[in-house]
């Protein structure tokens, strides 16, 4: 099973810890710090369940797709410059 899961940006550049609806049950996932767009991780039988077999689970595919802000103010927009200002000059 595959899907994809939107992450916020500060989940992607700080890390975090994000709930996710796998077959019959929610996930915690611990997101590494410096994620990127486009991430896969596999999750060991938490897919569809496997045909005639009832306790056997397959394995979900989950795609990380980043959420980019929109809508800011004009101060999340100077502070989002501010803080490329500072990165470019690292």
């Given amino acids: 099973m595959y899907a994809n899961t939107p992450l916020d940006l500060f ?3 700080l890390g975090g ?3 996710i609806n796998a077959f019959d049950t929610k996930v915690k996932l611990k997101v590494p710090a410096g994620t990127q767009t486009g991430t896969k991780i596999k999750l060991k039988g ?3 369940p496997v045909y005639k077999n009832e306790n056997r689970f397959g394995d979900l595919y989950i795609t ?3 959420r980019i802000p ?3 103010t004009d101060h999340e927009k100077e502070m989002f410059f501010e803080l490329s200002q500072l990165l470019k000059s690292a």
């Fill in 70 to 72: 929109q809508n800011l």
């Fill in 17 to 19: 810890e994000i709930s």
């Fill in 64 to 66: 990380y797709i980043l």
């Fill in 46 to 48: 938490k897919g569809f």
């Fill in 11 to 13: 989940t992607a550049v």
